[in-house]
């Protein structure tokens, strides 16, 4: 993986020093020497130029250029920037630690999709709380059918006797 590296290093060297050379001609060096009053303008802060013997110490081959896969990837660190008008903060209503995501920076999203699986013990508590109330509300429902219906289901105990059926 390194040398993949090294190999896309050098080549992005070369394709960046090949596309800057001038075809004019320099003094000879004799002319660089102390006391002259003549230096070598200064190459841009992005660009970079290395000599026959540098480019020989580095082993750099040129070729010509050809369309080709390559093998491997190349890992970079790196910070991706979101524009103002895609960029949405969200909130949970309770704490937690974010368990699982199956998303990444930059993805986009739809309305109503999970975005995260948060784990809160007080998720449980609540939902545990919900449950139960829904029960008991469907069991208060139930009894006031019950008690609604007397006559449909024969007399019961908690009823009113109707008026004359406990005389004789």
């Known amino acids: 993986m390194k040398t993949t590296?090294?190999?896309l290093a050098v080549l992005a060297l070369l394709l960046g020093g090949a596309g800057c050379s001038s075809k004019e001609t320099t003094a000879p060096e004799a002319a660089d020497a102390p006391g002259s009053d003549s230096?070598?303008?200064?190459?841009?802060a992005d660009q970079v130029t290395l000599s026959a013997d540098e480019q020989q110490l580095a082993r750099v081959r040129t070729?010509?250029?050809t369309r080709r896969v390559l093998g491997g990837g190349l890992k970079v660190n790196g910070v991706l920037?979101?524009?103002?008008?895609q960029l949405v903060s969200i909130s949970a209503p309770l704490g937690g630690?974010?368990?699982r995501t199956a998303l990444l920076q930059g993805m986009r999203v739809r309305k109503g999709q999970a975005l995260?699986?948060?784990r809160n013990p007080e998720f449980i508590q609540l939902q545990q709380s919900y449950l139960e109330t829904?029960?008991?509300l469907t069991f208060a429902r139930a009894e006031l059918e019950r008690q609604r219906e007397p006559g449909a289901r024969?007399?019961?105990?908690g009823q009113k006797p109707a008026a004359g059926a406990g005389r004789v």
């Open 134 to 136: 829904q029960s008991q």
């Open 5 to 7: 590296f090294y190999k």
């Open 154 to 157: 024969g007399s019961s105990a």
């Open 116 to 118: 995260a699986t948060i």
């Open 39 to 44: 230096e070598r303008p200064a190459a841009p």
């Open 97 to 99: 630690i974010v368990e």
């Open 81 to 85: 920037d979101v524009s103002p008008d």
């Open 63 to 65: 070729g010509a250029l």
